[in-house]
């Protein structure tokens, strides 16, 4: 039964990362991105890492997605005809994927002996509770620098889209 949710899942998140980047229109290539990031968080979650999940859906999912439909939405429409894509542009893009591809095959299968991967355990020094403790303890004035970083540049962005919106 886990087998064929995996599958399922990973079926999913890969037919909508080939639509987000074949459909014509641009918003339906955002709901597809949206699509394929929300099926990485399901397979964060069936890999049993929910903080990573969760962040997958807040930050990706949430705002980028998000951000990028409302880009979308407040763009002035294009009314010039679509480009032609041309058969060797596409097959080139095509070899220069596989070869992308298959270079990460490589360079995840064909790990040295020596090499061992430590299994980290939910109890552990890796859980939820040790991160939320380190990050508000030993690195709490980095999360407050990023904090303020982060709303220095959303009031940035309002300001600019303000001054934009008022000169029309």
């Known amino acids: 039964m886990k087998d064929i949710a995996f599958i399922s899942l990973s079926m999913m998140t890969l037919a909508s990362a080939i639509m987000a980047v074949s459909f014509k229109k641009v918003l ?8 394929c990031l929300a099926g990485i968080a399901g397979i964060f ?18 705002a980028i997605a998000i951000a ?24 080139r893009s095509i070899v220069v ?14 790990t040295p002996p020596w090499i061992e991967f430590e299994s980290m355990s939910q109890n552990g020094d890796y859980s939820i509770e040790h991160l939320g403790k380190i990050l508000l303890g030993v690195y709490t004035l980095p ?14 962005a309002l300001i600019m889209a303000k001054k934009r919106g008022s000169n029309e």
């Open 97 to 110: 994927g596989l070869f992308f591809f298959l270079a990460l095959y490589k360079a995840t299968t064909l």
């Open 28 to 35: 339906y290539n955002a709901f597809s991105l949206m699509l």
């Open 143 to 156: 999360f407050e620098v990023i904090g303020i970083i982060l709303f220095i540049a959303i009031l940035g």
């Open 45 to 62: 979650l069936f890999l049993s890492s929910e903080f990573l999940a969760v962040m997958e859906i807040i930050v990706y999912v949430g």
């Open 68 to 91: 990028i439909i409302f880009a979308i939405m407040f763009s002035p429409p294009h009314f010039m005809t679509q480009p032609d894509r041309k058969l060797i542009k596409t097959l």
